[in-house]
């Protein structure tokens, strides 16, 4: 199996800074999105949809690890969490992750959220 995921120690970019029962932290250096990384479960799922309640409660645990990490170490202002389903949603890697970005004021963007992006005219659908 090729998901990289489910064997995070084969890629020497990733890091699992963080862990628990069902899921971890990893994080790859970034150059745009300072001290983003992503929470996986450990055990391969598709989508967010598949995950169990013990999973589900596993992520919010590790989240609120993974946050104070964050704000201890980067002291952001803000945050953009997010789970990409589907192809259409987003979604370019198919075991279940959820984003975890730090934001800043000083960012060119701060302000703009996830929807910024789908709330474009460009997005919207022609429905005939």
Same mark, same amino acid.
């Given at each position: 199996?090729?998901?990289?995921?489910?064997?995070?120690?084969?890629?020497?970019?990733?890091?699992?800074?963080?862990?628990?029962?069902?899921?971890?932290?990893?994080?790859?250096?970034?150059?745009?999105?300072?001290?983003?990384?992503?929470?996986?479960?450990?055990?391969?799922?598709?989508?967010?949809?598949?995950?169990?309640?013990?999973? $589900?409660?596993?992520?919010?645990?590790?989240?609120?690890?993974?946050?104070?990490?964050?704000?201890?170490?980067?002291?952001?202002?803000? @945050?953009?969490?997010?789970?990409?389903?589907?192809?259409? &949603?987003?979604?370019?890697?198919?075991?279940?992750?959820?984003?975890?970005?730090?934001?800043?004021?000083?960012?060119?963007?701060? &302000?703009?959220?996830?929807? @910024? $992006?789908?709330?474009?005219?460009?997005?919207?659908?022609?429905?005939?």
């Amino acid at each position: 199996m090729s998901c990289p995921f489910c064997f995070p120690e084969k890629d020497p970019e990733q890091s699992v800074v963080l862990s628990n029962e069902h899921c971890f932290f990893v994080q790859k250096p970034q150059e745009v999105l300072l001290g983003s990384g992503l929470i996986v479960p450990k055990i391969h799922r598709e989508t967010a949809f598949d995950l169990t309640p013990e999973e $589900w409660q596993a992520t919010f645990d590790l989240l609120q690890q993974v946050k104070e990490l964050l704000d201890k170490e980067y002291a952001p202002q803000g @945050y953009n969490l997010g789970w990409n389903c589907g192809h259409v &949603g987003g979604q370019e890697i198919f075991h279940a992750h959820l984003h975890v970005i730090p934001r800043f004021e000083d960012e060119p963007l701060a &302000g703009k959220g996830i929807r @910024y $992006w789908l709330k474009q005219p460009l997005n919207q659908r022609s429905l005939r």
